[in-house]
């Protein structure tokens, strides 16, 4: 028996018996459950329908020749009330052809009796096989089509009329793309409309995500890997090059791509050629890669972290987008777009966020909506639910910013330790009160920034301004 036989026979199995014949359903039953399987065993098809309505089973045994409902009418049943359950007929010699027809209906295995035990338990092992990668392929398409929900590209600036236009000429090429731009500007958007606009729109799309995994995952994820070829690799795995074989793998970070890695993926770039860890099997797989990144990756061919060759066989067709920065034309269209139904938002608010010059791009946009919901009443945004970089961003312009309350005529570095004060505030704000990643943010220790929140009088909720206080403060953030 080879390895994957033994596999099969180990697993438990759950198990319907439909058999009128009391003696051999009776020993069938004893044996499978000293077997270690669970039975239960119906003397009908009535009964095992009515079964069936409270329990699950992996495999179906179903004597075809039954007084009353027979294992055909039975199995058709089964069929239409979408029961999920996997049918291994038993038939005498003279009801072949019943059994034949019972294949055509979904059984997945016949039986003729009388049988060894041993047979039948072999063949209900396959059928639960069957069963278990049948569950497993819907769950993948369930994924796979959750994945495939894809988020309208908003906004019609010149700019993003230009990147619409490239969309619409590169996707129907299969040719590997490189999207850049700063994070949050809608690599990922941009990435699933060309997939849609491409005649691959109806195969997968898939995602891997370099920064978001250990480097030793990201080989084993991409390329798959053989059983036993590393500790934890109990089976073997297709990779995502495989998964995503006739359709798009979207790589998402490739400047965070391990440099050891990258010959393996210009070779299934170069001839669609690829072998899983620790297999010799050389296997062909035909994907068209999308891949996007927030580095400069010439700067990191430059520095030799990124390879050059692979950087050209990426950067066939490169789209870059702007930051919301400039494109600001577009913000209403987003924040009409990322509103909840039934939402409003009032002009001032409005307006604070046209001048806001969105570092974190249209993903800090949908964030300030988000919280805005959440903080305001009777369904409209007003100032009071916007962070305060915004309000405070949007008084400078009012002429009550800075400059009122510092009086006129406060020199320069006041006004830099308002920017100081408030950038801080800003940071630790996004962060949620996170004072150790605001630090690693900002760039200053820990300890740093404590003693500028007390200096600011910042320790506690409110942020009062003292300007006596303050003069050496944007020496010490940025020193
Ligand atoms: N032009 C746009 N139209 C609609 N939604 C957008 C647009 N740009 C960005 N988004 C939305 O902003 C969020 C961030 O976008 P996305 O994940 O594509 O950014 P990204 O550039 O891939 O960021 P990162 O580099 O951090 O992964 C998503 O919710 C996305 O739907």
């Known amino acids: 028996m080879g390895n994957y036989e033994a596999n099969v026979m180990e697993k438990p199995i759950s198990i319907l018996l439909v058999e009128d014949d009391h003696d051999f359903r009776d020993s069938c039953a004893r044996w499978m459950q000293r077997k270690g399987h669970h039975v239960v065993a119906a003397a009908s098809g009535a009964e095992a329908l009515a079964i069936c309505q409270r ?38 010699q003279g009801t072949i052809e019943s059994a034949v027809q019972a294949m055509k209906m979904g059984a997945s295995d016949y039986l003729t009796k009388p049988c060894p035990l041993g047979e039948l338990e072999h063949h209900c092992a396959l059928a639960h096989e069957r069963s278990l990668l049948r569950r497993e392929n819907q769950q993948l398409k369930a994924i796979l089509s959750r994945n495939q929900t894809v988020a309208r590209l908003v906004g019609d600036s010149p700019e993003m009329k230009r990147v619409a236009k490239w969309i619409e000429r ?37 995602t891997i995500n370099c920064a978001a995994l250990p480097e030793t995952l990201v080989e084993s994820e991409l390329f798959g890997h053989q059983k036993g070829s590393f500790t934890g690799a109990t089976a073997d795995k297709p990779g995502l090059f495989e998964v995503a074989s006739g359709g798009t793998l979207f790589i998402d970070e490739l400047g965070e791509m391990p440099l050891s890695l990258q010959p393996k993926l210009l070779r299934v770039l170069e001839d669609g050629s690829m072998r899983r860890i620790g297999s010799h099997k050389e296997r ?127 020199d320069t570095s006041d006004r830099l330790d308002d920017i100081a004060k408030d950038h801080i505030l800003y940071i630790l704000d996004r962060e949620n009160g996170n004072k150790a990643k605001s630090a690693r943010v900002l760039g200053i220790h820990r300890r740093k920034l404590y003693r500028l929140l007390e200096r600011y009088h910042l320790t506690g909720q409110t942020a009062s301004s003292s300007d006596n206080e303050s003069s050496s403060i944007v020496a010490d953030v940025f020193d």
């Open 55 to 92: 329990h699950d089973f992996d495999v179906g045994v179903i004597d075809l020749n039954m007084p009353g409902m027979s294992g055909i009418e039975l199995l058709q049943r089964i069929r239409g009330d979408n029961i999920d359950l996997e049918v291994v007929i038993l038939t005498g």
């Open 170 to 206: 590169i996707a129907p090429t299969d040719k590997p793309v490189l999207i850049t731009g700063e994070s949050g500007t809608g690599k990922e958007v941009v990435a699933k409309s060309i997939w849609r606009a491409s005649h691959l729109s109806h195969n997968p799309f898939v």
């Open 284 to 410: 062909k797989v035909n994907v068209r890669v999308i891949a996007a990144t927030n580095r400069d990756l010439s700067e990191d061919v430059q520095n030799g972290s990124f390879r050059e060759d692979l950087f050209y066989r990426v950067n066939v067709l490169p789209i870059d987008l702007p930051p919301l920065r400039n494109h600001v034309s577009d913000v209403d269209q987003l924040i009409d777009y990322f509103m909840p139904d039934g939402w409003s938002i009032d002009a001032a608010a409005r307006h604070a966020m046209n001048e806001h010059p969105w570092p974190g791009n249209v993903r800090e946009l949908i964030n300030v909506i988000q919280r805005a919901t959440i903080l305001a009443d009777n369904d409209e945004i007003t100032l009071d639910d916007l962070p305060r970089e915004l309000t405070h961003h949007d008084r400078k312009h009012d002429g009550e910013g800075i400059s009122h309350r510092h009086g006129v005529g406060d």
